[in-house]
């Protein structure tokens, strides 16, 4: 175990491991005490530059900021539950007019949950029930959620499902991965190209009738599977694909969405709309929140269909609220910033990426950026034992990092981190990869 986990840290572990069901914590020990900005503390009171936004949580920085804050103190005062599934109740209105505002003109209704994976269970119900059809299509490598419905769309590692199964009603097809590609073919349009006529030959073809799958779910850019970014004409390849048979794309941006790439859906980024977004984790500037945004077009739904309980909570809607209201008043700030620092981590990764053998690739778009270890360039053998000693060197260091796919690190700062932070940061990072270079030898 690492050295820092000294004193009042270890015995919180020792204590967890007694009480807790495990969850997914294989990587460094860091118990979470305090939050502010750019920085976390552990409970022995070491400060750690934050490049892991809490798993995509803290976008406008650790513990969001003063005014997400004095919104959810407020709103606790008044009232935290409102029944909002039952009764009326008048701030997730204006939150959810605040949020389609966000969204291509006149797009449509919103329903709230408390997190990713009921957000997308919610968007597999709907699918359904608009388009009357069973089957679904996601892709590999994709991650959606965790509960029965969300896991059949799931398919990064056979240890998310061993036991859980079966799930039936989903095929899952290939995502365009530019440096792996699944298919066999470099050049990104073709990858791109094979994946859609892998879905028209193989899937369509042999498996399931076009006119009997509801929705084709993806993440714009993959995350837990390896922060994998498509080709940029995969998702128009996909739309014209969809409309052709009428089957609706549904646009996961649970990790994506939310300024992370600049741009508040990602899926602009691809120049396309979906039928159906989810949204989770950033939406609720920390609070628990799942919303699923579904096209005018689609129409509602038959009374007592879907509902919750904790939908529309109040606490968390003030928070998602003063958050959004927050990114309002400074999207064109937050657009620039996103692209100055991505473009700044970007550049010091390409250079990491020509000094050493370690780094096999570098991609993203904004502030989502991965970075993928290799044992050689040439194999692209995945450098795993690698990679956990680059996140717990760096953790050594002061710094917070998450591992996804099979051999990456995120690069997933909260996007108002300081140019000062995001520099030292890099150092550490830098630094760790120089060591774990030197052991491939
Ligand atoms: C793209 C994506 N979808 C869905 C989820 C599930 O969200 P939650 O953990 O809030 O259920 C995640 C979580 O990491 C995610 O990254």
Do not use: W
């Not at 699918?127 to 996601?138: A, C």
């Not at 590609?181 to 498996?207: S, V």
């Not at 778009?365 to 050689?376: F, N, P, T, W, Y």
């Amino acid at each position: 175990m690492c050295a820092k986990v000294e004193g009042k840290a270890r015995k919180v572990i020792e204590r967890d491991s007694k009480v807790m069901i495990n969850t997914t914590r294989e990587h460094y020990p860091f118990v979470a005490e305090k939050g502010d900005g750019d920085f976390a503390y552990d409970i022995s009171g070491e400060k750690l530059i934050d490049f892991s936004s809490f798993i995509g949580v803290y976008t406008l920085g650790v513990n969001s900021n003063e005014s997400i804050r004095k919104a959810i103190h407020s709103q606790v005062d008044r009232l935290m539950h409102s029944a909002f599934t039952d009764f009326y109740s008048e701030p997730p209105v204006t939150f959810t007019e605040k949020l389609l505002a966000m969204f291509p003109k006149g797009f449509g209704r919103a329903f709230f949950s408390n997190s990713g994976t009921e957000a997308n269970e919610a968007a597999i119900k709907l699918s359904r029930l608009y388009t009357k059809r069973p089957y679904l299509i996601s892709f590999y490598n994709a991650f959606h959620g965790r509960t029965m419905g969300s896991l059949g769309l799931t398919a990064s590692k056979p240890i998310q499902k061993e036991h859980f199964g079966p799930f039936s009603g989903v095929v899952q097809a290939h995502f365009p991965s530019p440096y792996r590609c699944e298919l066999n073919h470099d050049h990104n349009h073709d990858c791109a190209t094979a994946c859609i006529d892998y879905i028209k030959r193989n899937i369509f073809g042999k498996i399931v009738p076009a006119k009997e799958v509801a929705a084709i779910f993806f993440e714009p850019i993959q995350g837990e599977g390896g922060y994998i970014v498509p080709p940029k004409d995969f998702f128009r390849q996909l739309r014209e694909l969809a409309d052709e048979h009428q089957i609706l794309l549904v646009s996961d941006e649970i990790q994506a969405g939310y300024m992370r790439t600049g741009k508040f859906l990602a899926l602009d980024n691809f120049g396309v709309q979906a039928d159906i977004y989810t949204m989770a984790k950033a939406l609720g500037g920390g609070l628990p929140i799942g919303a699923t945004i579904t096209r005018h077009s689609l129409g509602n739904i038959p009374n007592g269909a879907h509902a919750n309980t904790f939908g529309g909570n109040l606490v968390s809607i003030a928070a998602a609220n003063a958050s959004l209201d927050y990114v309002i008043k400074n999207k064109k700030g937050l657009e620039a910033q996103v692209a100055a620092k991505g473009k700044y981590v970007m550049k010091r990764l390409s250079e990491l990426k020509e000094d050493y053998e370690i780094v096999g690739d570098v991609r993203g778009i904004g502030l989502m950026i991965g970075a993928e270890l290799v044992k050689s360039k040439r194999t692209k053998e995945y450098a795993i034992k690698e990679r956990a000693k680059v996140l717990d060197e760096c953790f050594t260091n002061g710094l917070l990092l998450l591992p996804c796919g099979t051999s990456t690190i995120r690069i997933i700062p909260p996007i108002t981190i300081s140019k000062a932070s995001l520099e030292k940061g890099m150092d550490i990072f830098e630094g760790a990869i120089r060591s774990a270079n030197k052991d491939l030898r």
